[in-house]
């Protein structure tokens, strides 16, 4: 059974930073592509950020970039998101969802997390 | 930036009911589309895929048309486990992704 567990949601002051994980499992994760996906309170689906299998490409939306950091450890089945420079607009749930496999494009994400917030608050 | 627009906004019907959603693209994403249901405090799942393919244990009345700019998602007989809100997101400009505003789907 594929589980995706997100972790290291909470408050943070503006300018802060956080790290976000997600343990995967009942998959081999290094086969896939992972993405980050928020949704602010109320609000809709924003991607955030996608990352390689082998971890050695990324992408990220312009809202993020240069800010968010998408990283994988595949040794520990694990995908990370490092978020600095924290606005109030980050204020969201964020997911993680299991992506495109390898030597494969356009999937879509047929697993996720159960999400942890994210509050940016003075 | 490919925009999704959904509409409407919000569709109240009552069970055993058809419902009707749209998603329009603001340039041509093929067949590379999703619809996904959402439920209070849970994350997206999965339904529809590549325009018209049901996903693995996505019941037969949720199907899924069009491609170019213009799709639709039919339930075609509402159960009360249907009442949600429903996004659709496309795939054409891989790895990147967008998703539409979202249609709440309430009943009436």
């Known amino acids: 059974e594929v589980q995706l567990l997100e972790s290291g949601g909470g408050l943070v002051q503006p300018g802060g930073s956080l790290r976000l994980s997600c343990a995967a499992s009942?998959?081999?994760?290094?086969?896939?592509?992972m993405s980050w996906v928020r949704q602010a309170p109320g609000k809709g689906l924003e991607w955030v950020s996608a990352?390689?299998?082998?971890?050695?490409?990324?992408y990220y939306a312009d809202s993020v970039k240069g800010r968010f950091t998408i990283s994988r450890d595949n040794s520990k089945n694990t995908l990370y998101l490092q978020m600095n420079s924290l606005r109030a607009e980050d204020t969201a749930v964020y997911y993680c969802?299991?992506?495109?496999?390898?030597?494969?494009?356009?999937?879509?994400?047929?697993?996720w997390g159960q999400g942890t917030l994210v509050t940016v608050s003075s | 930036e490919i925009v999704l627009t959904q509409s409407p906004a919000t569709l109240s019907l009552s069970p055993g009911e058809r419902a009707t959603l749209s998603c329009r693209a603001s340039?041509?994403?093929?067949?590379?589309l999703a619809w996904y249901q959402q439920k209070p405090g849970q994350a997206p799942r999965l339904l529809i895929y590549?325009?018209?393919n049901r996903a693995t244990g996505i019941p037969a009345r949720f199907s899924g048309s069009g491609s170019g700019t213009d799709f639709t998602l039919t339930i075609s007989s509402l159960e009360p486990e249907d009442f949600a809100v429903y996004y659709c997101?496309?795939?054409?400009?891989?790895?990147?992704?967008?998703f539409g505003q979202g249609t709440k789907l309430e009943i009436k």
């Open positions: 969802a299991k992506d495109t496999p390898l030597y494969h494009t356009k999937y879509y994400f047929d697993y």
């Open positions: 009942g998959f081999t994760f290094s086969s896939y592509a």
């Open positions: 990352i390689s299998g082998s971890g050695g490409s990324t």
């Open positions: 340039q041509s994403v093929s067949s590379y």
């Open positions: 590549d325009a018209s």
């Open positions: 997101q496309q795939r054409s400009n891989w790895p990147r992704t967008t």
